[in-house]
């Protein structure tokens, strides 16, 4: 048996010898094709994982298939969701040229919109948004969609009337299961300008008018309040925390106002004048400890979620600031 081996690795010619295939025809691995990358760039976008959707966006652009076209608004929008839009919209407009066609057309229009808008260019995004031609003679989930996000701009771009009515109609008869994204982003907008106009809301010094004042803008964040509750129950992240965010910072900005109202000039005593001092600064701590709970909400949601982002930085910060503010015995 020794000889047989030796001769065999000293032979002049090669044995000719079958051997079995390591890995299955079945198991084998198939290069995905450049429609499949696109696929697996959108599946990871759904998850927030835009620095894996655009590796695999640019790995599909790369094969100059006609995948790429597709691929270029797919590593778009992973920038736009990423709070890039100033990235992607170079992009969008590259897949334009490149001839996008159908319903991605329609969908590169509306990401576009989206875009603009984000970076305050209400113009553009509103030009945008109405080549899509009349909402209300799309289906009836594509038109609510269409009112809740021009009536959301209308009041982010200062049209706050315009943007009031838009909204009402929109979110009029809407179910907890339609479109919640765009609702919840429309509530945490609505919730936003109430509580703006809450703070512009001026505290004067004598005590009838300052109640009256107190009262108006009690009733403002209360409609905010609402809007916030009804935010939430959607269960979209990225809005709830917004809504609390500016809920725990209007609390905060009336018992900073509240503060800083001068100590009414009919009381004359050190007495009676210590004695409001120490009412207003109860009420002040109360508003302070009602900020910063709605502040900590936000961070405790974020936490459970995993979430992270410039929102949940905000809520870090407030709610530090607010709790500076606190006496240490009224702390949550």
Request: charged share 30%; glycine share 8%; net charge negative.
């Amino acid at each position: 048996m020794i000889a047989f081996f030796s001769w065999l690795a000293f032979a002049d010619e090669p044995v000719a010898v079958e051997l079995p295939a390591l890995v299955p025809e079945e198991a084998r691995i198939v290069p995905m094709s450049g429609s499949d990358l696109v696929d697996e760039a959108w599946r990871r976008i759904d998850l927030r994982d835009y620095e894996g959707a655009r590796i695999v966006a640019e790995q599909a652009r790369s094969r100059g298939d006609e995948a790429k076209v597709r691929a270029t608004v797919a590593l778009g929008a992973a920038w736009e969701l990423d709070g890039e839009p100033s990235k992607a919209l170079p992009l969008y407009g590259e897949a334009r040229v490149a001839g996008v066609e159908g319903d991605l057309a329609e969908h590169v229009t509306f990401r576009v919109a989206e875009c603009h808008a984000a970076l305050g260019q209400f113009a553009e995004a509103f030009t945008e948004l109405e080549k899509l031609g009349d909402p209300d003679a799309r289906p009836y989930l594509d038109a609510k969609k269409l009112h809740l996000l021009r009536g959301t701009w209308l009041l982010e771009s200062g049209e706050r009337e315009a943007g009031q009515a838009e909204l009402a109609g929109a979110l009029d008869g809407i179910g907890s299961d339609e479109v919640t994204w765009y609702q919840a982003r429309a509530r945490a907008a609505v919730a936003t300008d109430l509580c703006e106009q809450a703070n512009a809301v001026p505290f004067p010094e004598k005590d009838k008018k300052l109640v009256k004042a107190l009262k108006a803008r009690t009733a403002l964040i209360l409609a905010a309040e609402a809007q916030v509750v009804a935010a939430l129950g959607l269960k979209e992240p990225e809005w709830g925390l917004q809504g609390l965010l500016v809920l725990g910072l209007a609390y905060e900005h009336v018992a900073d106002d509240l503060l800083a109202v001068p100590v009414p000039k009919k009381l004359k005593t050190d007495e009676q004048r210590a004695m409001y001092a120490e009412g207003v600064k109860a009420k002040v701590d109360a508003l302070y400890v009602k900020s910063s709970r709605y502040l900590g909400e936000g961070l405790d949601a974020a936490t459970r979620l995993s979430w992270t982002g410039p929102r949940v930085a905000k809520l870090q910060e407030a709610h530090a600031a607010v709790l500076a503010k606190v006496a240490p015995t009224r702390a949550p």
